[in-house]
């Protein structure tokens, strides 16, 4: 495995996009994610909550992450050999960690480190949600599972378990974040081929 074969790897699998994709997420936080969305409360009486614009960006970048495990070769990524999903492995890292880069650095440039350190925080709680996602409902379908999960942050903001608003330092989120995509990286290795073979045995 050379580095010729991951930047062929990359272009097929839409590399470029996805990080450009991610970049204009970043600059559009950092330009408008201080804009409160005004969404009515639940049990108020009719008043309105704000949720800043910027809690709720990661997600987007998280689904276009997403997007490189799809394309017209993906079933055969998926059977491929040992090398073949060592290859994809590789790439969806790189990836994940240029989209993180990218994402903190605007971040931490527009507010601050801790703002980024979160935003990034919250991109890889949702990169899980949205493997998981794309492994129980397929490729064109990684925004389910994590817009549901947004559903309950929206209307229920600040609470304990809500990471998109808890500090930086918070030990419980974080450890979300390396519980969601442990998960999503499980479900993404449980191919076909893999399943079939965990069976028999």
């Not at 073949?84 to 480190?113: D, K, N």
């Not at 450890?175 to 965990?198: E, H, I, N, Q, Y």
Request: aromatic share 10%; net charge positive.
């Amino acid at each position: 495995m050379t580095g010729s074969d991951l930047l062929r790897y990359a272009r097929v699998h839409r590399g470029a996009a996805v990080l450009a994709a991610a970049a204009a997420v970043a600059l559009l936080s950092a330009l408008f994610g201080g804009t409160h969305i005004a969404l009515p409360s639940i049990g108020s009486g009719g008043v309105t909550t704000g949720v800043p614009f910027r809690h709720e960006l990661p997600l987007l970048s998280a689904v276009f992450l997403t997007a490189a495990l799809d394309g017209t070769m993906s079933a055969h990524n998926e059977m491929g050999a040992s090398a073949m999903h060592r290859l994809r492995l590789l790439y969806c890292t790189g990836l994940t960690l240029a989209a993180c880069a990218v994402s903190f650095s605007t971040e931490a440039l527009a507010v601050g480190p801790g703002a980024g350190a979160v935003f990034v925080r919250s991109l890889l709680i949702w990169l899980g949600l949205a493997l998981l996602s794309v492994r129980l409902l397929g490729h064109q379908l990684g925004w389910v599972v994590p817009l549901a999960s947004a559903f309950f942050l929206i209307w229920y903001p600040h609470s304990w378990w809500d990471w998109t608003s808890s500090p930086a330092t918070d030990p419980f989120s974080w450890t979300v974040a390396a519980t969601a995509l442990s998960v999503g990286v499980a479900a993404t290795a449980a191919t076909p081929w893999r399943r079939k073979t965990f069976l028999r045995r």
